[in-house]
Nanobody, 122 residues
Framework: QVRLVESGGGLVQAGGSLRLSCAASGSIFSINDMGWYRQAPGKQRELVASITNIGSTNYADSVKGRFTISRDNAKNTVSLQMNSLKPEDTAVYYC????????????????WGQGTRVTVSS
């Protein structure tokens, strides 16, 4: 009912930049919060950054000052600009969106993207 398509991952050297994007489509009535999570090998998935529908943002301490989350409400997209990347940023990054579906019986839940891999070499 709601589909998330991520793009922008890849391999980059330490100190470099990448921009991740996520587009939501489908039977969407409204979107509330949008965010990015990541999961490194052997570790739990963790919140990287989130943004509400009015633009309030929240960042993990480890990425503050380096990553910037933004959204385009008209296009149902969320992006993550990642600068000054470090090897410890290496992970699979997942888009997460809280959305209400259209129609009678529409409901609110969170959806996950398929993940995009970011590898930062030292």
């Amino acid at each position: 009912q709601v589909r998330l398509v991520e793009s922008g991952g890849g391999l980059v050297q330490a100190g470099g930049s990448l921009r991740l994007s996520c587009a939501a489509s489908g039977s969407i009535f409204s979107i509330n919060d949008m965010g990015w999570y990541r999961q490194a090998p052997g570790k739990q998935r963790e919140l990287v950054a989130s943004i509400t529908n009015i633009g309030s943002t929240n960042y993990a301490d480890s990425v503050k000052g380096r990553f910037t989350i933004s959204r385009d409400n008209a296009k149902n997209t969320v992006s993550l600009q990642m600068n000054s990347l470090k090897p410890e940023d290496t992970a699979v990054y997942y888009c997460n969106v809280g959305a209400r579906t259209r129609g009678v019986g529409g409901y609110y839940t969170h959806y996950w993207g398929q993940g995009t891999r970011v590898t930062v070499s030292s």
